[in-house]
């Protein structure tokens, strides 16, 4: 399958079974444009989390084909998938922040895996960090945060490296509404830059409060893909 | 947790307006990265970290590694030893094979040539009847006339005097070439060393065996605790490295200090083992350098050779990376 250049993610006639026979998604086909601001939505169980990991090749398609920035990830060599990762980036609903580092070295460890300098990344983790609001918290310890301040370093550490395509799995799913608003209003900026963002979520106030894209997801099929609700 | 019913439209955080992000997100050059000495440092002290995080397990291991080594090293340095000794008193490579009466001179000369250019022999000297009864003759001085009644008959048989090249190890094929020379159809009888020569080679040469078996179960036996020392670091740190593959850690830079972790246990128990030996070998020379045995002062004992030092260090270290990697193969999905 030809991939269009302007479509970051192509997925086409994608099925995921784990084993021994439980189907988490089944036939999904859809395409997201370079610079767009989509949601995942459904309940729990619906293939939300599958579909994010079928995007960062964490998992592989048991059938069809998944294609993210141009590279086809069914037939992607081990030594690819590194290169692929460095141009996405991960926000997870429990943040996956390192305790025993601080919230400098957490977001400066992302930049720190790919090879950049010692004294570029920290400065560069340091401006992150000042520009999401956290500049007074750099030396802090992860628990020692709130869980607003903890999804915003790990949002740090997911811009830092500039992605091109940012996935977040219910990235406020533990917030209360404000910490939540905070941290779609990074995402919404990241969007402004460039990056094209893909929430999953089962947050239905939020999904119609941003008037976005949202593609709907239940048992593992795709039920409806809905541009801009309310135009 | 978030309610659905009190969602609004985002608003920036406390003191950040809209379009914050926008001059930080455009880099003007690439990220400077780190390369050449830099990279290597780099490796190097993560590598001294994954020792470092688990020190109770890393110590065991090192401690074994070296104690594995220093049996090791004992052995040879005792093979080493008892060959030098059976060298020096050349007893045991020295070697008279006595001529049948018979054998045809051409089948003779041709034997010697052969002999002359077997890796066995050292050193070959052909000695003919003649030279036998003069050098008979020569042995006994002035009671030389004695022979005088013989008549022109030499009952003095040639002989071909040898000397063995030792194996690379000791003495251990002396026998083997002994015994293939015996059966030689031009050869009547075959005269060399005595018995304790025979019996300190069958020693050597169990010595020897015990020493690869000894190396083959507990090279096995470290590389195997190795594997699961680097196991539980993989485990303690499996968030980090999980978050390492998640932003885009090239495989090299996930393993790399893991190798190097076990290169670091590797090299620390062998240059310990070598200096435990060092140390043993320096008193036990103190103590024969004053010590006799029946009147007679006992053997100055020699070290390993520096080859061999090297070797059992690199075997350390090659045993380290072994272990490491086979973890990672194991445990690891990189």
Redesign the interface.
Known sequence: MQANPKDIVTLYHVDKVYPPNQQALRGIDFKVQTGEFVFIAGSSGAGKSTLLKLISAQERATRGQVIVGGRNLSSIARTQVASLRRSIGVIFQDYKLLETRTVIDNVAFALEVVGVAKRERYQQAYKMLAALGLKERVNSYPLMLSGGEQQRVSIARALVNRPKLILADEPTGNLDPDMASAVFNLLLEANRCGATIMVASHHLALIEALNKRTIVFDKGKLIGDFDRPRG | ????????????????G?????D??R?DKP????EGP??LLHYLKRGFDTVASLPTSNIVTIITIAVSLFLFSGFLLIIRNVDKILTETGSALHVSAYIREDAPEEQVNAFVRELESSAWVRALHYVSKEEALQSFRADLGVHGGFLDGLEGQNPLPASIDLTLQPDELGIGNIEASVERLRRHPLIDDVVYGSEWVQEISSVVRVFRLFGYVTLAIVLGLVIFLIANTIRLVIFSRR??I??????????N?VRVPFIIGGIIQGLTGSLISMLFLAAAFWLLNYELAYSTLFGIALPHLVFLDILTVISIIVLGIVVGAAGSSFALRRFMDV
């Open positions: 947790m978030a309610d659905d019913s009190d969602f609004h439209i985002p608003e920036p955080p406390p003191g950040i809209q379009g914050f992000l926008e930080l997100w880099l990220m400077p990265r780190m830099t990279l968030d980090e999980s978050v390492m593959q998640l932003v885009g850690a090239t495989s830079f």
